[in-house]
């Protein structure tokens, strides 16, 4: 009877090689959308932490003990990169003391679990010199791509491919949820294409410099931000100065990201007659929308519910 139970529990495990080879991979994510991404493609091999929860303004992201020690015990780490999560993530790296996610002079994260997910993405607004003068300064790039739904399909590869590096017992698997995660995303982006075809040519006000890369997916022209540079609040003059732009070149569409204050953005509204769509930077910014699908989806609609006629 003992060598039966035994005979069946090892076959079993046989069934499954990655499980007998090894525990669940422990891997972090640093944003909600991210976070899903890895779910999907890591399926069962591996179990995921997030770090922002996702209504938090993604550059002000404040820094828990939790996220140390689960920063110390993972295998890898998932990020945006192009120093996104600059606020949060080389504190947190350093005190971690992660051989795996070890830093380099040059790299935020520079051991073998770091998954930067930026790599192949198509970069805009990388800048030609580097200044305080000019705001939050992003050295290498504008890094808020994740709001092109178009490099999602890059996210989801560089995730598959990170994993596969970390653990190559389970290449196959994340090659196959790849390709079933890609199965779902790209018809999804044919219709989005389509949809957002509805916002070629809007003009647009965003809270903050995070926008090039929706601009790029919708079409949306933006042509002012309320911050006066990146990461400095609105000051009255500033804001006398948006209004007057937006009434000379008509524009109806102000975009607030979610963690910027509303009663800025009603105002603007009020003096233009323009309506304001909220957006969330990263998943589970808005309610709901805690997976990539939902959160490029509750974009879109949004900014296409602001200029219906
Ligand atoms: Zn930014």
């Known amino acids: ?93 350093d005190v971690a003391r992660n051989p795996r996610l070890r ?15 930026s790599e192949g ?6 800048p030609a010199s580097v200044s305080r003068a000019e705001g939050e300064i ?20 560089n995730v598959a491919a990170g994993l ?3 653990d190559p017992a389970g290449a196959a698997d994340y090659d196959k949820n790849l390709k079933a995660f890609l199965a779902e995303l790209e018809p999804k982006l044919a219709e989005w294409r389509k949809r957002a075809a509805a916002l070629k040519g809007v003009k647009a006000v965003s809270y903050h410099q995070d926008t090039p890369y929706l601009a790029r997916f919708t079409g949306l022209q933006f042509v002012a931000t309320v911050e ?4 400095v609040p609105p000051t009255p003059t500033h804001l006398e100065r948006v209004v007057a732009l937006m009434k000379a070149q008509g524009v109806k569409l ?26 969330g930077v990263m998943g589970n910014a808005l309610p709901k929308t805690g997976t990539y699908l939902e959160f490029e989806e509750r974009n879109l609609a949004n900014l296409l519910e602001a200029v219906r006629p």
């Open 121 to 126: 993405v198509k970069v805009l607004e990388k």
């Open 228 to 231: 006066p540079k990146p990461g």
């Open 138 to 157: 992003h050295p290498q790039g504008n890094p808020h791509y994740n709001l092109d739904p178009d490099e999602g399909p890059t996210v989801a590869r």
């Open 164 to 166: 596969s590096r970390v």
């Open 1 to 93: 009877m003992k060598t039966t139970l035994l005979a069946a529990s090892f076959a079993l495990v046989l069934g499954s090689p990655r499980a007998a080879a090894a525990k669940p991979l422990r891997v972090v994510a640093t944003t909600p959308e991210l976070a899903d991404i890895v779910r999907r493609v890591g399926g069962a091999n591996v179990s995921v932490d997030g770090l922002a929860r996702g209504p938090e303004d993604i550059h002000q992201v404040v820094m828990k003990p939790s996220f140390v020690t689960k920063l110390n015990k993972a295998d890898a780490v998932v990020y945006l990169g192009l120093t996104l999560e600059h606020s949060f993530l080389t504190g947190l790296l």
């Open 103 to 117: 830093q380099d002079n040059v790299r935020q994260c520079a051991g073998e679990g770091c998954i930067d997910c």
């Open 254 to 279: 102000i975009v607030r990201e979610q963690h910027f204050d509303a009663k800025t953005t009603a105002w603007l509204a009020e003096q233009t007659g323009a309506k304001v769509a909220v957006i």
